[in-house]
């Protein structure tokens, strides 16, 4: 029986039908490895089972015997790939295992900027707009069913933000993520742009109309940006595409901080270029306490990098490699075999 080592998050149950194939070693907790402790981990093991751990030439080399990497991960960053194909070594991974997941949660980040969802929880959280706080400014503020005035004290008036029905939504990067954003806002009842240089328009569904990155930043009420990391989208959302936005637009990226020019933005939300943003990744990360961020009100809403963090996710990728597996043990072609 070929032997495994385990440290990826997984759904147990889905994943104990290996054990019937395999023997497998579990990780005792879910702490990121490190190379040294990786080394000694895999040293007898055939198969590799990882979602976050280091699998660099040092890890490969002192694995003679590893035949497959499994990467729960929609890019498997943390491996060298290269020199494992180079090797001889299978590499499997998780495509679009958290997609679903990061597009509602884009949605997500849409809502809260556009309709101050999460500032009227931190103001009623502080004691603002609470029963006490407006004794006496809003009489009817006592009933079953309060009924608000239209005065600027009024938490209809703070908080009015407007619905995505009717708006328009420009989506950075139509890959599997960004067409799920864009399914999502058509069904909301949105007018939705696509830029993305890898597609002719018969690529998309007929309700994502491609446009050119500036055409779309004008046209556009919110822009979502859904790209990978790579030098041909570092800081491609930038002064210049922020100036191209409407006064009243949001940004929002749910991708890498890397395909932001953060500076830029903190400067357009500054300067009133546009409207605020919902971000949940940052060019460093974890995002410092002191983040200029913190600093725009309510305006920003952020997140600390979960867009794709369900339980969801999880069930998702061990499915995938536990599928893969069984191709590798059975000597047939994976189903999510990674190739680049």
Known sequence: MKKAFVSAEMDYEVAKELEQYLDIQYAEDRAILSVEDMKRMV?????????????????????????????TRATPVNVDTQYAAEKGIKV???????????AEFTLALMLSVSRKV????RDLHNGIFVAEAMANKESES???????????????????????????????????????????????????????????????PDYIQLLPLEELAERSDIITV???????????????????????????????????????LIQALRDGEIAGAGIDVFSREPIAKDHPYFEMGDRVVVTPHIAGATWDAITNHTRQFVTDVKHFLAGEALEYEYKK
């Not at 999460?118 to 929880?121: K, P, Q, T």
């Open 142 to 204: 006592v009933k079953r069913d309060v009924t608000w005035s239209t005065g600027t004290e009024s938490p209809y008036v703070t908080y009015k933000g407007f619905q995505l029905k009717g708006h328009t939504v420009g989506i950075v990067g139509c890959g599997g993520i960004g067409r799920r954003v864009g399914a999502l806002c058509h069904a909301f009842g949105c007018t939705v742009y696509g830029c993305d240089p890898f597609l002719t328009q018969d690529m998309l």
């Open 92 to 102: 499997s991974y998780a495509v679009d295992r958290n997609s679903d997941s990061a």
């Open 118 to 121: 999460s500032f009227a929880f």
């Open 43 to 71: 040293a007898d093991k055939d198969v590799l089972i990882t979602s976050y751990d280091p699998v660099n030439r040092e890890v490969i080399d002192a694995a003679p015997n590893l035949q497959m990497i499994v990467c």
């Open 226 to 264: 859904h790209l990978k990391d790579s030098p041909a989208t570092e800081k491609i959302m930038n002064a210049n595409i922020f100036r191209k936005m409407k006064k009243t637009a949001f940004l929002i990226n749910t991708s890498r901080g890397a395909v932001i020019d953060e500076e830029a």
